[in-house]
């Protein structure tokens, strides 16, 4: 066992976002192997065994990269693991990185725990990195998610064709986030 409790770095309406742990190598191994997760990531499930896994992840853990992490999804209500959000091919000159979410406990789809999840990300990492834009793709035919893309405040860019997929590129500002929180709030304090 983690002998501290992993840091929460990031707290939304439904979920709070945390630092991983070995401990969720069960559910992300699951995950990882799952067909159809991987077909919504134009990706095959993995094939490593399960002590490699847990190896490769334990090293992440250990060593966290500054250009790519990856943060556990706990639902708030009772804290249980449903999927993991990260940024990766942070460019620290452009001040840009790519987003990636999986829910991986099929509960918890379309109930809105990914949009929160990754709009909670998207403040903490315009945030703590200083980014200017965050970017993501998504499979042409994936219109969930750019449909929760799309209520987290990204906008679709343009069309790109990568590895025999077709994918959506979307992007949000740091100030379009902003101006979006400014709205919401507004809206919120109109209605109190």
Do not use: C
Not at 116 to 134: G, I, N
């Amino acid at each position: 066992m983690t002998a501290t409790a992993p840091r929460v770095v990031a707290v939304g309406r439904l979920v709070r976002l945390r630092e991983k742990q070995v401990e969720d190598a069960p559910r992300d191994y699951e995950w990882r192997k799952d067909i159809e997760l991987a077909a919504y990531d134009a990706t095959r499930p993995i094939t490593m065994s399960y002590k490699t896994f847990v190896k490769s992840m334990s090293q992440e853990v250990r060593n966290p990269s500054k250009y790519r992490r990856t943060y556990a999804i706990e639902e708030m209500e009772g804290g249980t693991h449903i999927g993991n959000v990260m940024y990766y091919g942070y460019d620290s000159l452009l001040r840009e990185a790519e987003l990636g979410i999986t829910i991986g406990d099929r509960a918890y789809w379309g109930r809105g725990y990914g949009s929160d999840a990754v709009r909670t990300l998207l403040e903490f990492a315009f945030e703590e990195l200083e980014l200017r834009r965050m970017y993501l793709h998504t499979l042409t035919s994936n219109v969930r998610a750019q449909r929760a893309f799309h209520n987290a405040g990204f906008r679709q860019t343009r069309q790109v064709r990568r590895d025999g997929y077709q994918f959506e590129r979307m992007e949000i500002s740091r100030e379009e986030l902003h101006e979006l929180l400014h709205a919401e709030r507004a809206a919120s304090e109109g209605d109190a």
